[in-house]
């Protein structure tokens, strides 16, 4: 995702959370206060982006090891894939 596709995703969920009822933000009108948590949020996107990253090809890695590699795109591929990247989240983020 490019770096303008973040930051307009964390403007958007900054403007989204600061209408949510319930939810106080001190001094959102305040820009560098908007600023700090845009930056924020965009820290986690982009950290989030490089998890997915690194999951993505640590799953194909592992399918690519298997003696009979089921071909990509496959209805077996895509169990296989699903299967072993939720096991690759346990294990990463120890669920």
Wanted: proline residues 2%; charged residues 40%; aromatic residues 6%.
């Amino acid at each position: 995702m490019s770096r303008e596709r973040l930051f307009g995703l964390a403007e958007r969920i900054v403007s989204d959370l600061a209408a949510v009822e319930g939810v106080v933000i001190r001094q959102i009108a305040d820009e560098k206060v908007r600023t700090h948590l845009r930056t924020e949020i965009f820290r986690v996107l982009e950290d989030e982006g490089r998890l997915e990253e690194t999951v993505d090809q640590e799953v194909r890695k592992t399918l690519g090891s298997y003696s009979r590699p089921a071909p990509e795109g496959s209805a077996e591929w895509e169990v296989l894939y699903n299967k072993t990247r939720d096991e690759v989240y346990k294990r990463r983020l120890r669920l």
